[in-house]
């Protein structure tokens, strides 16, 4: 099927920047929407920023200007780039990326989600 693995969050000081990398593997056939989501402690996950197969963009407002989405379809790699973080972005970051992917010879639609990577910024 599809696999991610997430990469590159941390510990860091308000004002500061983070790259996270989520990469996918396994019988893909086609990447169409990626995306980061984040959840903190005691409340919902929600999209932070995604992105589609041809590069249109999507964020929370509390991270446009901050953040940046991209995707290298080559790589089947997304990444978020995160400047002038604040206490309030501290968060576990998850990756979501719907796939299409081979099953001996046929087809599949599977989203799937990475296992998630602390993102934590002190004040």
């Known amino acids: 099927q599809v696999q991610l693995v997430e990469s590159g969050g941390g510990l860091v000081q308000a004002g500061g920047s983070l790259r996270l990398s989520c990469a996918a593997s396994g019988s893909i056939f086609s990447i169409n929407a990626m995306g980061w989501y984040r959840q903190a402690p005691g409340k919902q996950r929600n999209l932070v920023a995604a992105i589609t197969s041809d590069g249109s963009t999507n964020y929370a407002d509390s991270v446009k200007g901050r953040f940046t989405i991209s995707r290298d379809n080559a790589k089947n790699t997304v990444y978020l780039q995160m400047n002038s973080l604040k206490p309030e972005d501290t968060a576990v970051y998850y990756c979501?990326?719907?796939?299409?992917?081979?099953?001996?010879?046929?087809?599949?639609?599977?989203?799937?989600w990475g296992q998630g990577t602390l993102v934590t910024v002190s004040s």
């Open positions: 979501n990326v719907d796939a299409v992917y081979s099953d001996y010879g046929n087809l599949r639609y599977l989203e799937v």
